[in-house]
């Protein structure tokens, strides 16, 4: 491991600090009692206080300085004076520990009393502080010019979601994006409970990838010698539970989902399922809408969401339009009592890429998603699914080639899901089954496994049901205006991290010498670099075996250029 020079001091101190006998990272109990935001809120002039958090600035002005202190609750100054921490002879705890010996980004313990600035600034006068941690790294640091420019942000993505843990220290409202979204689980689940549903768990590691289509991780299970998958949906044991007797289950479930990632899809992400018996997709539409309405509250204290250039109301009641309607409404097209036939041929008109793969539901879905679901901006119910697309749904009262499911559209995504739960054993098995011959036939979205243990549980008998989905992670990326579905996530699945190599200083020579010239032929780089026959061979070969370099044959000649 290579270290900068600013950490190589850093060791330096945290030696000298263990020469003076301070344990740079105590293990003892350190009595906090207030936060930044306690003092400043309830500020009393002279008032004794405890408090701990990072060092993030200091402005040293000889026997006294201003710093600034974080916690998680924010920043607060304190005044550091040589005289008031050494209140004797000795006053080495202040010019040697603290001005020499301290760097931004440790963590300090202060006791001191509350007192006002000349201009009013509510600060701490340090009376004695003790380290609680030393931190070898250095922070990025922002810093802020005179005219209000920020210089050297830490704003590039890839490092903010790799280092989450520096993103989260020098940039304080990304902390708000995860307080908002603790807020919007517990506001749910309040609401969930005051209806008198039940909180559930069900297992993450299943025998077969049922509820959805999707592709999913795969482990083995070394005891039984079986293979497991890991949830790509909760949906078929939530309803297992309502056969159980349970009215009304509901889990926030992490699902993994071996599949691509963009800006709005992560491999792992959280949905929030509910099922409650003897009600209908009607009843749940009402019950989202009043859901989404109270969560909006307690997230933002309004109704109302900004994203990107769009304002979002989540104030009920939402439009509800049905699916044939609206592609008729967008496309002129109606799509009622159509053939695949009829439908795949208006589908290629409308210029939408087909395949033979595609059945009647897949159509119907290419059509709504090219042509129509983007038009939503605000939240409105599309209802009314095609059958072929519903494999778990209820089919419609009055239309059979329909299936009573609606889903949630805002600013063009979808965030819900919910049908009037089929519970018919044997529709359901024969549902099952024509999703296995959509497989066979290359449908990479219909279902390609039976869960019997499923349908012997439908046998036993499941009440009238209506159950839905959320997308935790899509709503709290509409709710803090999150283009990316990285920036709601603490950790977000990333490529591996590429390690800087560690090359020779003789190899670091010659790739200095290339960098400038991008391009170099063999005998000029050879004799730029000055090295020995034994060591430029040596140097050339370490470049190219670790892809730094190359060397290309011309007709000019041998030339190296950087990779």
Not at 416 to 442: C, M
Request: with cysteine; aromatic share 10%.
């Amino acid at each position: 491991m290579q270290l900068s020079e600013q950490e190589l001091v850093r060791r330096e101190k945290l030696a000298k600090l263990r020469d003076l006998g301070i344990n740079p990272y105590p293990a003892d109990l350190y009595p906090v009692a207030q936060t930044s935001k306690d003092i400043k809120h309830n500020f009393e002039e002279g008032k004794t206080v405890v408090i701990a958090g990072r060092l993030m600035s200091r402005r040293i002005q000889g026997s006294a300085s201003f710093a600034e202190l974080q916690d998680s609750e924010g920043r607060i100054q304190v005044y550091f004076n040589r005289d008031e921490i050494c209140t004797g002879a000795d006053k080495s705890k202040y010019n040697e520990v603290y001005k020499k010996l301290l760097d931004i980004g440790d963590f300090i313990g202060i006791e001191g009393e509350l007192f006002k600035t000349k201009v009013g600034e509510k600060t701490v006068m340090v009376k004695d502080f003790t380290l609680l941690s030393k931190a070898l790294k250095p922070l990025p640091q922002p810093r802020v010019d005179a005219e209000g420019k920020v210089h050297d942000a830490f704003t590039d993505p890839e490092q903010r979601y790799r280092q989450r843990y520096a993103d989260l220290v020098v940039n304080p409202h990304v902390k708000n994006v995860f307080v908002k979204r603790t807020k919007l689980f517990n506001a749910m689940r309040q609401f969930f409970n005051d209806a008198g549903y039940f909180e559930v768990e069900t297992p993450v590691l299943q025998p077969i990838a049922g509820g959805a289509a999707a592709r999913p991780f795969i482990t083995h299970h070394n005891s039984l010698d079986i293979p497991l998958y890991m949830r790509i949906a909760n949906e078929l044991y939530l309803k297992r539970l309502i056969v159980g007797g349970f009215d009304g289950v509901y889990e926030f479930s992490k699902n993994f989902r071996n599949e691509g990632m963009d800006r709005t899809h992560n491999p792992e992400f959280t949905a929030m399922e509910i099922y409650v018996a003897y009600k209908d997709y009607n009843w749940m539409m009402d019950f989202c809408e009043q859901l989404l309405e109270h969560c909006a509250i307690a997230v933002n204290g309004t109704t109302k969401a900004t994203f990107g250039k769009h304002e979002i109301d989540f104030k009920a009641p939402y439009p509800r339009v049905t699916m044939a309607d609206s592609i008729k409404h967008f496309t002129g097209f109606d799509i009622t009592g159509k053939t695949e036939a009829e439908i795949r041929q208006a589908a290629k008109d409308l210029g939408i890429e087909v395949d033979d793969t595609m059945g009647k539901g897949k159509l119907i879905d290419e059509i709504f998603g090219e042509k129509c679901e983007g038009n939503y901006i605000q939240p409105t119910f599309i209802t009314d699914y095609p059958k072929e697309m519903s494999p778990l749904c209820k089919e419609h009262r009055e239309n059979p080639e329909l299936t009573e499911r609606f889903e949630l559209m805002v600013c063009g995504k979808e965030i819900a899901n919910a049908y009037s739960e089929l519970n018919d054993p044997i529709d359901q098995r024969e549902r099952f089954e024509h999703q296995l011959e959509l497989a066979k036939k290359g449908d990479d979205e219909a279902t390609a496994t039976i869960d019997y243990d499923f349908l012997r549980a439908l046998e036993y008998g499941m009440p009238p049901t209506s159950g839905m989905g959320i997308g935790m992670d899509r709503l709290i990326m509409f709710l803090t205006n999150n283009q990316s579905i990285q920036e709601v996530l603490f950790f977000p699945q990333m490529k591996p991290e590429k390690k800087p190599l560690a090359i020779s200083d003789d190899a670091k020579a010659i790739l200095e010498i290339l960098n400038k010239a991008e391009k170099l032929e063999l005998a000029a780089l050879k004799s730029q670099s000055g090295l020995s026959n034994k060591k430029w061979d040596k140097s050339i070969k370490e470049l190219t075996k670790n892809s730094l370099a190359k060397v290309e044959k011309t007709e000019e000649g041998l030339f190296v250029e950087v990779v």
